[in-house]
């Protein structure tokens, strides 16, 4: 006789994942998202992902400030020409580093961990195989199906989602903040390049006109004109000369073997003229304090940590969901076969873990008022960095005009007391090599000042947060991701 027991099929199973589905899907409303606002229920915020293009304008927007931008990848180019250009070495180095790729990698890991908490918000479907005694007397094999799905939660995934889309604008701002390193030192290292580029060449005239009057006195010393002390003074002149230039030319090549680091391959051994009216067009217009990368950051870890203090909030709150199980006994089971099925709605609450949800809370709220903190301090660092930077450069403007009335002074100085020195002989050749000394040393203060000015402009362009737009990255890919303003 047959058993009158409910056939096991797979048509509850497939009726069960599918209610389960859709009534998880339609319990789901996801209106529009309010970072000002707490996460309440089951609101989803927009979806941020790390593919998303970025930059100080778009990390901001997705902050609450204001703003939108991108990241950055495609073949770096070869240097072109003979000569080493600012914007081209920027872009490279960018392009090369691997401290940028890391960064892009660590965004679009953080991307997945939105996904992943997303999922939240999606019905759960388990099933597995028992074997075993399943009653005092019976033993056998049970096949279990289960799907749950969460209705309601009071905010708890909700935090966890915004938690995570604030992690990627931490991790935008970062590959911003990356950025810019890179694009500092690297127009840093170019400056110091040119520094002692014009340098050396200053020492090498200068060892070209001490060389000279050492033939001078050598020659009036053979005519008796004057006594072997002259021609002496000159060669130990000439050896310091000689000694200035190599110490020049060494550090030449230091800051190039430095450059041939930051942009991982050869580069030239010269420098083209330095873009000095694009540098000085970045110093008149400050931008937006609310898209300074360190800023973002700090604007990031706040809203992470608020994100935080809501979910410690929600934690408190029960969680209501609609669970669906199938169990089914099999053939080897003593007592036959059976199928059970069951759909419930199960309201669950941790009702006491010894104040540890009270603590977690309160952990959450300070940390949210450490963070608002930080957030001015990173402001207010900026500000002073830039306010420091401008009192510097104003500085060494107000010293390019006297510096270079001295340059010319000691230049027609040099010209009176070669005349007096083999016309009228009422110079010495100490005289003449002090002249070519002080000439050379005004050229130096010269070059260094001019340096020392654009090096102050570009650490202005760097904490200003316009090295992307001043250096032509806005626009490019690096590693995958656009960089946009």
Do not use: C
């Not at 339609?26 to 790390?50: E, F």
């Not at 694009?183 to 390049?193: C, H, N, W, Y």
């Not at 030449?252 to 041939?260: D, I, N």
């Not at 090599?433 to 040393?441: F, S």
């Amino acid at each position: 006789m047959k058993s009158s027991k409910p056939r096991f099929g797979w048509v509850p199973l497939a009726w069960v994942a599918q209610w389960a589905f859709v009534s998880g899907v339609a319990a789901q409303p996801v209106p529009a998202w309010n970072p000002s606002h707490g996460v309440m229920g089951v609101m989803a915020p927009p979806s941020v992902r790390a593919t998303d293009p970025v930059g100080a304008a778009a990390v901001a927007q997705g902050l609450g400030a204001a703003g939108g931008a991108s990241a950055l990848s495609n073949p770096r180019p070869a240097l072109a020409g003979s000569e080493l250009d600012l914007l081209q070495a920027v872009k490279v180095a960018v392009g090369w580093q691997p401290v940028v790729a890391a960064a892009v990698a660590q965004l679009r890991q953080q991307g997945s961990v939105v996904e992943q908490m997303r999922a939240g918000y999606l019905p759960v479907i388990s099933g597995g195989i028992n074997t075993g005694r399943q009653s005092a007397t019976a033993r056998g094999t049970s096949f279990t199906l289960a799907a749950s799905q969460m209705l309601y939660d009071f905010g708890k995934v909700g935090s966890q989602v915004s938690e995570a889309e604030a992690g990627v604008r931490r991790a935008q701002a970062d590959v911003l903040q990356q950025i810019d390193t890179v694009a500092l030192q690297t127009a840093l290292a170019v400056v110091e390049f040119s520094r002692y580029q014009a340098l050396e060449n200053i020492a090498q005239t200068q060892l070209n006109a001490v060389r000279d009057v050492a033939r001078v006195t050598e020659l009036r010393a053979r005519l008796g004109a004057s006594t072997r002390v002259d021609p002496v003074q000159a060669q130990a002149r000439v050896e310091a000369a000689q000694i200035y230039a190599h110490q020049l030319q060494t550090q030449m090549r230091q800051w190039r073997s430095r450059l041939k680091t930051l942009l991982g391959m050869d580069v030239p051994e010269r420098v083209a003229p330095l873009p000095t009216e694009r540098l000085e067009a970045a110093m008149q217009p400050q931008a937006d304090r609310l898209l300074w990368p360190s800023v973002l950051v700090a604007e990031a870890d706040r809203q992470a940590l608020e994100a935080r203090l809501a979910g410690a909030r929600a934690a408190r709150m029960p969680t209501l969901t609609l669970e669906a199980s199938l169990n089914r006994l099999g053939s080897g089971a003593s007592n036959g076969r059976s199928t059970d099925h069951g759909v419930y709605f199960k309201l669950n609450s941790n009702v006491y873990q010894g104040g540890a949800m009270q603590a977690q809370e309160e952990a959450a709220r300070l940390g949210v008022q450490a963070a608002q903190s930080r957030v001015l301090v990173a402001r207010t660092e900026v500000e002073d960095r830039m306010a420091n930077l401008k009192e510097q450069l104003q500085g060494l403007v107000a010293l390019q005009g006297p510096l270079s009335v001295r340059q010319r002074s000691i230049t027609d100085t040099r010209a009176l007391y070669r005349e007096q020195y083999l016309a009228l002989g009422t110079r010495s050749a100490l005289d003449l090599l002090n002249a070519e000394q002080e000439i050379a040393q005004a050229a130096f203060d010269v070059v260094q000042n001019r340096h020392d000015a654009w090096a102050a402009q570009i650490n202005f362009i760097d904490a200003s947060g316009q090295a992307r737009a001043v250096y032509g990255l806005e626009g490019t890919q690096v590693h995958g991701l656009e960089v946009l303003p």
